[in-house]
């Protein structure tokens, strides 16, 4: 029972300091930071990197809204890779570029994947300052320069963007998805202010010096957090910018971002074992953020089963484990009665949230045995959006 008792109050303070005392603490530290100091003085040419696969619907919409941005269009060069589209996408940007002679559409003809594309992109980028950046995501007018205003600050390296989730419905996931999102945002612009350590830009938009430009491997899934460790570790800030916006409908549909999440987590998993040599320094402020935002997270899984295996030994040896196995029971047993009244039509937004929390961790577990198997291809479908029905 001592082992038992011992795996549970490790589990379980792991998991209280994730999820509840380094957000904390985040909150507190970054409540004594001012806002970083920049200067818009001049204004930085920019290369704008956007990969794109059967994107119809949305790239209309995303060229527009760079071209109405506030940003002078003589320092904008605009590459579109179309990654073998087989619907409009190549014909609604080859008629934006007749009409703008910034815009240019790369089309491939054979599937590359999101690495390769974004590869072949930057070799023709012009310009030092990269905007990375999903064909679905649509540019707030002051996005991009929120965004470069920050490097005429040598230090800063990476700006990641803050994206805004729309199309939020109660009969699904989106509510909940768009809560943790939020959560994230904060977390990482504390980190950026605090240590100029923000853990992993969002890869729907950020902005980067093209001469920091690491090459990814040719596996990786997850490039956005690969591009941000690597500009760390050559000795550069990562922050984010609270008022660079973005506007990305959220999925709605649990089975689709449940998808998504397992592939996501092949890649954390494929990062873990990249950075691991921040593991063992966890007293530097990469290492630090790291651990605590993000290993964590991807190990959460485990440590719920350990934290759940032990209570249920201890349960009879003390009310308080006792109490604690019961609230277990009860979240698994919340989990069956979301579900019946999802049958029902009924929306029970806390229940619904106790049903994300597990989703996510168990996509975190499909994604860590699919790592094991091996990856051989990080070519992607696009997740589907603007989703309705849950």
Request: hydrophobic share 45%.
């Amino acid at each position: 029972m001592k082992i038992a008792a011992f795996c549970f109050i490790v589990s379980t303070s792991l998991l209280v300091y994730h999820y509840l005392i380094y957000p904390i603490l985040l909150w507190i530290l970054a409540s004594f930071r001012k806002p970083i100091q920049t200067s818009e003085s001049e204004v930085p040419n920019i290369s704008i990197i956007i990969p794109a696969h059967n994107e119809e619907k949305y790239i209309g919409q995303k060229i527009e809204s760079i071209i109405q941005s506030n940003y002078p269009l003589d320092k904008i060069q605009v590459l579109i890779g179309s990654d073998n589209s087989t619907d409009n996408t190549d014909t609604i940007v080859s008629n934006f570029a007749k009409k703008y002679a910034f815009i240019q559409l790369i089309p491939f003809d054979v599937r590359q994947g999101k690495i390769k594309l974004v590869e072949k992109l930057v070799a023709l980028a012009q310009h030092e300052i990269l905007i990375h950046t999903d064909a679905n995501v649509i540019l707030d007018v002051n996005l991009l320069h929120h965004l470069t205003k920050h490097f005429s600050n040598p230090t800063i390296g990476i700006v990641g963007a803050r994206i805004i989730n729309t199309e939020i419905y109660k009969d699904g996931i989106s509510v909940q998805e768009s809560s943790y999102i939020k959560l994230e945002n904060k977390l990482k612009n504390w980190e950026g202010l605090i240590f100029g350590t923000m853990m992993g830009a969002f890869g729907g938009c950020f902005a980067m010096r093209k001469k920091l430009m690491a090459k990814i491997p040719t596996n990786f899934i997850v490039d956005d957090f690969y591009l941000t460790l690597r500009c760390m570790e050559q000795g550069f800030k990562s922050i984010y910018e609270m008022q660079a916006k973005g506007y990305e409908d959220v999925s709605n549909n649990w089975k689709e971002e449940f998808r998504r999440k397992v592939r996501i987590s092949i890649g954390n998993y494929q990062n873990l074992i990249f950075f691991k040599k921040w593991l063992l320094r966890p007293f530097s402020a990469i290492g630090f953020t790291f651990i605590s935002h993000k290993v964590l997270r991807w190990v959460a899984w485990v440590l719920i089963i350990v934290s759940f295996v032990s209570a249920q030994l201890l349960a009879f040896t003390s009310t308080f484990y006792l109490i604690i196995a019961l609230l277990f029971w009860i979240s698994l047993f919340a989990l069956l009665l979301d579900r019946i009244l999802r049958y029902l039509t009924v929306d029970a937004l806390i229940l619904r949230f106790n049903f994300h929390f597990y989703m996510m961790n168990l996509a975190l577990a499909i994604g860590y045995f699919k790592y094991l198997k091996g990856v051989n291809s990080n070519i992607w479908t696009p997740t589907k959006r603007n989703q309705k029905n849950a």
